[in-house]
């Protein structure tokens, strides 16, 4: 599996756009970016994933590079809830075979 | 709707025994995983099952084993337990029409190893 690199820390105001970047530089053309956060003390909350296209949902909008060897998890209005450790993972999609490799990924700090 | 469900929450051992974990998948899931994560750092994977057959396992070593039952629900067992086996372990359920890494996880079982 491709390797990411994440920053390990990073602030937001609340209520601002939250970007947290990542980059997947060794990514192969079946390899999807994958977002994920855990709140302190649970376990991991899916956020979003993507192959190529931008692709947005309820929670966050995925931006990925064309040359897809980075991408950037938005939170557009950044809550207090909102603060994590975000995880981005790069993996095949292959159906009914799953695992995931989360590195340590970037702990966001929402403040008012 | 219940999401997946771990028992036990917290346990305490002892070096040397062994320790068996419960999960409930999300109905309607049939891929469960495991994951370890020691604190400090990102879930590691140990296993995974989809109907009931094993499709993928990490670097762990044979002490830990796992099985899913025909409803899909899921063990995990660790013998000889060590100190480094202390950890939250997480387990989660998929359905493999979305994507089978597209894991909803439950809230884990905390292991203590004394």
């Known amino acids: 599996d491709a390797k990411t690199t994440q920053p390990p820390s990073m602030d937001c105001a609340e209520g601002r756009a939250a970007n947290l970047p990542c980059n997947h530089s060794?990514?192969?053309?079946?390899?999807?970016v994958y977002w994920y956060r855990q709140i302190h003390s649970q376990g991991p909350q899916y956020i979003i994933h993507?192959?190529?296209n931008n692709e947005t949902n309820e929670m966050a909008s995925l931006i990925i590079t064309e040359d897809r060897k980075s991408s950037t998890l938005i939170l557009p209005h950044a809550t207090l809830r909102d603060t994590a450790v975000y995880y981005c993972?790069?993996?095949?999609?292959?159906?009914?075979?799953?695992?995931?490799?989360f590195g340590t990924g970037t702990r966001l700090q929402v403040t008012l | 709707d219940a999401g997946v469900t771990q028992s036990p929450t917290h346990l305490i051992k002892t070096r040397g025994q062994h320790v068996t974990l419960r999960c409930s998948p999300i109905?309607?899931?049939?891929?469960v995983s495991w994951y370890q994560q020691v604190l400090g750092q990102g879930p590691q994977f140990i296993f995974q099952y989809y109907e009931k057959e094993e499709r993928g396992r990490g670097n762990f070593p044979d002490r830990f084993s796992a099985r899913q039952f025909p409803n899909y629900s899921s063990e995990l067992n660790v013998n000889a337990l060590l100190l480094g086996d202390s950890a939250l372990y997480l387990c989660a359920s998929s359905m493999t029409a979305s994507g089978a890494n597209v894991l909803t996880f439950g809230a884990g079982s905390r292991l203590t190893v004394l």
């Open positions: 109905s309607g899931h049939k891929s």
């Open positions: 993507g192959l190529k």
């Open positions: 060794t990514i192969s053309g079946n390899e999807y």
């Open positions: 993972i790069v993996s095949p999609n292959t159906g009914t075979a799953s695992k995931l490799t």
